[in-house]
């Protein structure tokens, strides 16, 4: 073997490392999905109560996505902020051509605890905006019969305009918008606490109307729009609880959520509230309108 063959293979010898190095790195930076057991189990301890930092990681894009902060830039040109993006409306169509569309009132879905108790949590219409980032929101939660009112503000953090292919310019873009949330329940009722942690949503930009808007389209079915990841402290006995709570799938449930394709309720965790849950996903004209109702006082021996 002469000298410059020598050369030449260790030269291809380095291409290769660095090619497989830049390979482990690209992978690493690549993220599990927490909505699906089988990848959250990998990553993550099923032990931990606050996945509100991992949830946050999960949502701010990284190196091996093609993306843009462009909050200030919004907020420069005067952009405003769908309410729909604070509070627990629901986009619906009003029919099979998509036309028109239309808010419904309803109510969040969420799991409390490490045994998944079903927690709904409402959040009025009304947004007030406190400053350019700040919202302020009231409403309610409910965990079986115990329903709760609350105050509260989200803080939006960043929003990015994400390119699903880094070498296609004029494919679909998205946008998430990445949000600190804290709510606090009325210290008068029973079984009250407070709720803290990350709040994600996508939404989309309405350039005409100089609007920041819910969108309805990203993710399809299996995942939702709005997430809130974090935990329930309560006043009483300090106990803090995961607590998750989203329009559809939810993240960080670990086997609690083993269905491939839709949500569905592991039989351990079954519960007359998440056989409600089953019923009222199939005939949603018949949802509990909760809210609604006068609330009741309940008494415990425990807290929730």
Same mark, same amino acid.
């Given at each position: 073997?002469?000298?410059?063959?020598?050369?030449?293979?260790?030269?291809?010898?380095?291409?290769?490392?660095?090619?497989?190095?830049?390979?482990?790195?690209?992978?690493?930076?690549?993220?599990?999905?927490?909505?699906?057991?089988?990848?959250?189990?990998?990553?993550?301890?099923?032990?931990?109560?606050?996945?509100?930092? %991992?949830?946050?990681?999960?949502?701010?894009?990284?190196?091996?996505?093609?993306?843009?902060?462009?909050?200030?830039?919004?907020?420069?040109?005067?952009?405003?902020?769908?309410?729909?993006?604070? *509070?627990?409306?629901?986009?619906?169509?009003?029919?099979? *051509?998509?036309?028109?569309?239309?808010?419904?009132?309803?109510?969040?879905?969420?799991?409390?605890?490490?045994?998944?108790?079903?927690?709904?949590?409402?959040?009025?219409? %009304?947004?007030?905006?406190?400053?350019?980032?700040?919202?302020?929101?009231?409403?309610?939660?409910?965990?079986?019969?115990?329903?709760?009112?609350?105050?509260?503000?989200?803080?939006?953090?960043?929003?990015?305009?994400?390119?699903?292919?880094?070498?296609?310019?004029?494919?679909?873009?998205?946008?998430?918008?990445?949000?600190?949330?804290?709510?606090?329940?009325?210290?008068?009722?029973?079984?009250?606490?407070?709720?803290?942690?990350?709040?994600?949503?996508?939404?989309?930009?309405?350039?005409? +109307?100089?609007?920041?808007?819910?969108?309805?389209?990203?993710?399809?079915?299996?995942? *939702?729009?709005?997430?809130?990841?974090?935990?329930?402290?309560?006043?009483?006995?300090?106990?803090?609880?995961?607590?998750?709570?989203?329009?559809?799938?939810?993240?960080?449930?670990?086997?609690?959520?083993?269905?491939?394709?839709?949500? !569905?309720?592991?039989?351990?965790? *079954?519960?007359?509230?998440?056989?409600?849950?089953?019923?009222?996903?199939?005939?949603?004209?018949?949802? +509990?309108?909760?809210?609604?109702?006068?609330?009741?006082?309940?008494?415990?021996?425990?807290? !929730?």
């Amino acid at each position: 073997m002469n000298k410059w063959q020598k050369i030449t293979n260790k030269i291809a010898l380095i291409v290769v490392l660095m090619l497989s190095s830049c390979s482990v790195m690209f992978a690493q930076s690549k993220k599990s999905n927490p909505f699906y057991y089988t990848e959250l189990s990998e990553q993550a301890d099923y032990k931990h109560i606050d996945f509100s930092s %991992e949830y946050k990681e999960w949502l701010i894009p990284d190196s091996s996505e093609r993306f843009e902060d462009i909050t200030h830039e919004l907020l420069g040109n005067g952009y405003t902020f769908e309410r729909a993006l604070f *509070n627990s409306e629901r986009f619906t169509y009003e029919d099979m *051509n998509g036309k028109p569309l239309y808010y419904k009132e309803t109510s969040f879905n969420g799991i409390l605890g490490d045994k998944y108790a079903r927690i709904e949590i409402f959040i009025h219409p %009304e947004v007030e905006r406190m400053d350019s980032l700040t919202f302020k929101v009231n409403g309610k939660s409910k965990v079986e019969e115990n329903i709760c009112d609350f105050t509260g503000e989200i803080h939006i953090e960043h929003i990015y305009n994400v390119w699903e292919r880094v070498n296609d310019p004029d494919s679909p873009n998205y946008y998430v918008m990445v949000c600190n949330y804290l709510f606090t329940e009325d210290k008068a009722q029973y079984g009250t606490g407070f709720f803290k942690g990350t709040y994600g949503a996508y939404c989309y930009i309405d350039k005409a +109307n100089k609007m920041i808007r819910l969108d309805i389209d990203v993710g399809g079915g299996e995942f *939702n729009k709005r997430n809130y990841v974090g935990i329930w402290q309560s006043y009483k006995t300090k106990a803090v609880k995961r607590c998750v709570w989203g329009d559809y799938r939810m993240p960080y449930t670990f086997d609690f959520d083993i269905g491939s394709e839709d949500m !569905r309720i592991n039989p351990k965790y *079954n519960s007359p509230e998440w056989e409600q849950w089953q019923y009222e996903m199939h005939n949603p004209k018949e949802k +509990n309108r909760w809210w609604k109702t006068l609330r009741k006082e309940v008494s415990h021996e425990t807290d !929730r």
